[in-house]
């Protein structure tokens, strides 16, 4: 079986509606994909009814984006919790509103320099999306500013730029012990992505494990190899789940579909951990 869980639609930053990110699972030979759109489930109702229609498994998730206190940014995917479980919809409802704030200041800045304006952004943003950079970057790239997304983050959208403007996100602490009150099994997403930013310290894994950390997603291109072996030998200790995805958003990233793979074996474990939903299949 052939299961990847970790893809995003255009209800956050991938550049494919929900069923057609489910049907390009299907054509990459996926027999299980996760949406994992960053803090919104908002694309789950038509990615379920997709994969019921063409015979696809699918895993109902979110990607929540989180800071720790020294400001290192850390992403925790949350599987088949509770999409209406009051203390977690509250802090991803808090930190979309957070990320529009922040995309709506960092345009103003740029459009000093730029020509671009919030009307030029919104149109790469499809209705009830979670807005972020990409929407900015895409915005950018239709402006002939730069060639790609990927251009535009290491340039004018990078955490160094004098356009960068920080907005909340939860601590990864209580993201972890929120999703596990809603039902969810949380996962660490790319943990050791250097190439990203700083990467959290051993004391941190540490204190997610102990708040309920299920797993770490350890086969993800941008973990090097030196992190995939630390992660591994963090998850033997800790008995930890143990995940491989593909980050895939569309035409967003050169991420593909499939390229790395988590077993069945991992997501049973998942299963049997949730209780705010169920897979689909």
């Known amino acids: 079986m052939r299961i990847d869980l970790h893809a995003h639609s255009n209800v956050s930053d991938g550049t494919e509606a ?14 299980m994909v996760a ?11 038509e ?4 994969a019921q229609e ?35 919809l509250e802090e991803i409802t808090k930190s979309r509103q957070a990320r529009l704030s922040r995309a709506e200041r960092m345009v103003e800045r740029l459009s000093e320099d730029y020509p671009l304006n919030w009307d030029d952004v919104s149109l790469h943003v499809s209705p009830g999306a979670t807005v972020g950079r990409p929407h900015i970057a895409d915005a950018l ?8 997304r990927s251009e535009a983050f290491a340039s004018i959208l990078t955490a160094r730029s004098k356009y960068w403007v920080s907005h909340y996100a ?10 596990r009150q809603a039902g969810g099994v949380p996962v660490f997403a790319h943990p050791m992505a250097s190439a990203r930013g700083r990467v959290v310290a051993e004391e941190v894994f540490e204190e997610m494990i102990q708040a309920g950390l299920a797993g770490v997603e ?6 090097p190899e030196a992190g995939k072996a630390f992660l591994r030998d963090l998850a033997r200790r800790h008995d930890l789940i143990v995940t491989g995805s593909s980050d ?31 897979v689909i299949r």
């Open 248 to 278: 895939y958003h569309g035409t967003g990233k050169p991420n593909r579909l499939g390229e790395n793979l988590t077993s069945p074996e991992a997501l049973e474990r998942i299963e049997a951990q949730a209780s705010g939903c169920s």
């Open 18 to 31: 929900p069923a057609a990110l489910v049907d390009a699972a299907q054509v990459a030979g996926l027999d």
């Open 218 to 223: 350890i086969d993800h291109r941008d973990n």
């Open 35 to 45: 949406l994992t759109d960053h803090d919104s489930t908002g694309g789950w109702r």
């Open 54 to 88: 063409i015979g696809i498994g699918l895993v109902p998730g979110m990607e929540i984006s989180c800071r720790t206190e020294q400001g290192i940014t850390v992403h925790l995917l949350s599987y088949l919790h509770d999409p209406e479980h009051p203390g977690l």
């Open 170 to 179: 939860p601590n990864p602490v209580l993201a972890v012990t929120l999703v």
């Open 141 to 148: 790239i239709a402006a002939g500013v730069v060639a790609d």
């Open 47 to 50: 990615a379920t009814n997709r």
